[in-house]
């Protein structure tokens, strides 16, 4: 049985990233949270954000972070996705020939695998 990092912030099959879009201010967010985080309202409505948007900034992580049981090095940087929102995301390779405005597309991939056996999977961008 394959295990999600997180409840609620993607979808496996097809892959996409769970936001949603405020109805007062009209801006999207991720994760989805009952509340904008820009302008306050309460009317925020569940939405799919697009699974393709270009890399904004990127750097390597070299040392594993507190909990983290995945490989390392691995990437780790900013994409902005066509709906206006930059996603802190995982990217695909630690830093291998990234550039500004570099096109990227959203996948699911294995992180590690739990005490069970089940695997762990998270989301990343590739280019």
Known sequence: MTVSVHEGLFTI??????????DGCGHHHFPR???CPYCGVEQVRPVTLSDRGTLWG?????VAPPG?????PFGFGVVELPEGLR????LAEPTAAYTFGLPMRLRIVELH???????????????
């Open 33 to 35: 949270l009952a509340q």
């Open 58 to 62: 990127w750097t390597e992580v070299t």
């Open 113 to 127: 695998t739990t005490e069970d056996g089940n695997p762990v999977v998270t989301w990343e961008f590739a280019p």
């Open 87 to 90: 996603v802190i995301t995982r």
């Open 13 to 22: 099959d097809p892959p996409a990233l769970l936001g949603a879009r405020c």
């Open 68 to 72: 983290y049981r995945g490989e390392v």
